[in-house]
């Protein structure tokens, strides 16, 4: 078998395996970059999952859906965040064997530190870009995410 070009290979499955593989890079950066702090990356994402709307309530399995992961890695993570008391549980009215998680002021202090950590760790990483190729490219990113996330 002989191996294709990459110039043959389509656009879009370029873009994709692209996508990939920078999601490949940052997340190893961000491991090395979160290690040493008490925000391990699955804690991470879950705070940053939570911040976008800090006062709204979310159950383990609303969250391993809206993620697309497995409900029980889930609920460890959850376990470990309520131990540090980033997360705070409330009992759910609608069903007593589950809980409402919220996001709690420990844990959005956490989101912050990490988050900081974060860009200042990758801060070279646009050197030399404008601002509008920023914005134009974020433009293009989030009409990507936007379709994805309506495609799961």
Known sequence: MTKKPVSDLSLDFRIINWIGIIEQLTAEKSRQLLEGTDVPPPQFKLLNHFSHRPDEGKTVMQIATAMQQPQPGITKTVAKMVLKQYLREQANPDDGRS????????????????????????????????????????????????FLDANR
């Open 99 to 146: 809980k409402i998680l919220f996001l709690s002021d420990t844990g959005k202090a956490a989101h912050l530190m990490a988050r900081t950590r974060l860009i200042a760790g990758m801060s070279q990483t646009f050197d030399g870009w404008d601002e509008a190729d920023k914005k134009q490219f974020f433009e293009h990113l989030d009409r990507l995410k936007i």
